[in-house]
T-cell receptor, first 113, second 112 residues
Framework: DTGVSQDPRHKITKRGQNVTFRCDPI?????LYWYRQTLGQGPEFLTY????????KSRLLSDRFSAERPKGSFSTLEIQRTEQGDSAMYLC???????????FGPGTRLLVL | QKEVEQDPGPLSVPEGAIVSLNCTYS??????FMWYRQYSRKGPELLMY????GNKEDGRFTAQVDKSSKYISLFIRDSQPSDSATYLC????????????FGQGTTLQVKP
C-alpha cells in the first residue's frame, strides 16, 4: 500500500499522560499536514511541513502540542499532559509541491479518559 | 460565523436518485475547491478537485463552483448504497500551499 499511513490507529490514554503519533506520507510527497477532527465536524488544520520545515501552525496548536519532521520524511505529533478535550481523530495528509491535492491517511483515534 | 458552511443532514435518498450537496463560504480569496468522501472511522478520500468557477465531471459525480455566489455543489447521479458516507467540502486560497478549510460534512444514506 503506497498511501499515507498512520500509527497507531487507536490510542486510549489517561488524562495527564503524553502521547505520540506517527505519520508516513506518500513517498516523494514533500508537504505533510496534520488535522484534527471531532465527532460531527470537518477536519481542522493544525500544522504543515514543507520537507523538514514547519511553515504554519494553527492557533489550535497549544503549547502542549508539538510536531516534527526531522528528515523530511515521516512526522510525529506529540501531545503532552493530555486533556479530555484532546479526544479526537488526528489526520495526516501529504501532497506534492506542484500539485496541492492532499491525500489523507486513515487517522489516529485518540480517547483521553 | 464559520468560513465554510455545510448542511450536516442527514440526507436519505432511495437508490438511483440524484443527490445534491452544497456548501457556501464567506472568504472570496478561496480559489481551489474540493470534495472529499469519508466513510465511518476512515480518513477522507478525495473525489473532486476544481479551480475557480465552472463545472467538472467525473463519472457519476459533477462538481460546480459559483464564485460570484460563493457557492459550490456536488451532484451524484444514479446514487448507490455504496455512496452512503459523509461528504466534506474543502477549499484553499492557494493550490499548492497550506491548509484546507473544511465544511462540517453532510451525511448521506442511500437506501436500496
Amino acid at each position: 500500500d503506497t498511501g499515507v499511513s498512520q500509527d497507531p490507529r487507536h490510542k486510549i490514554t489517561k488524562r495527564g499522560q503524553n502521547v505520540t503519533f506517527r505519520c508516513d506520507p506518500i513517498s516523494e510527497h514533500n508537504r505533510l499536514y496534520w488535522y484534527r477532527q471531532t465527532l460531527g465536524q470537518g477536519p481542522e488544520f493544525l500544522t504543515y511541513f514543507q520537507n523538514e520545515a514547519q511553515l504554519e501552525k494553527s492557533r489550535l496548536l497549544s503549547d502542549r502540542f508539538s510536531a516534527e519532521r526531522p528528515k523530511g520524511s515521516f512526522s510525529t505529533l506529540e501531545i503532552q499532559r493530555t486533556e479530555q478535550g484532546d479526544s479526537a481523530m488526528y489526520l495526516c495528509a501529504s501532497s506534492l509541491d506542484r500539485d496541492g491535492t492532499q491525500y489523507f491517511g486513515p487517522g489516529t483515534r485518540l480517547l483521553v479518559l | 460565523q464559520k468560513e465554510v458552511e455545510q448542511d450536516p443532514g442527514p440526507l436519505s435518498v432511495p437508490e438511483g436518485a440524484i443527490v445534491s450537496l452544497n456548501c457556501t463560504y464567506s472568504n472570496s480569496a478561496f480559489q481551489y475547491f474540493m470534495w472529499y468522501r469519508q466513510y465511518s472511522r476512515k480518513g477522507p478520500e478525495l473525489l473532486m478537485y476544481t479551480y475557480s468557477s465552472g463545472n467538472k465531471e467525473d463519472g457519476r459525480f459533477t462538481a460546480q463552483v459559483d464564485k460570484s455566489s460563493k457557492y459550490i455543489s456536488l451532484f451524484i447521479r444514479d446514487s448507490q448504497p455504496s455512496d452512503s458516507a459523509t461528504y466534506l467540502c474543502a477549499m484553499s486560497r492557494s493550490g499548492n500551499t497550506g491548509k484546507l478549510i473544511f465544511g462540517q460534512g453532510t451525511t448521506l444514506q442511500v437506501k436500496p
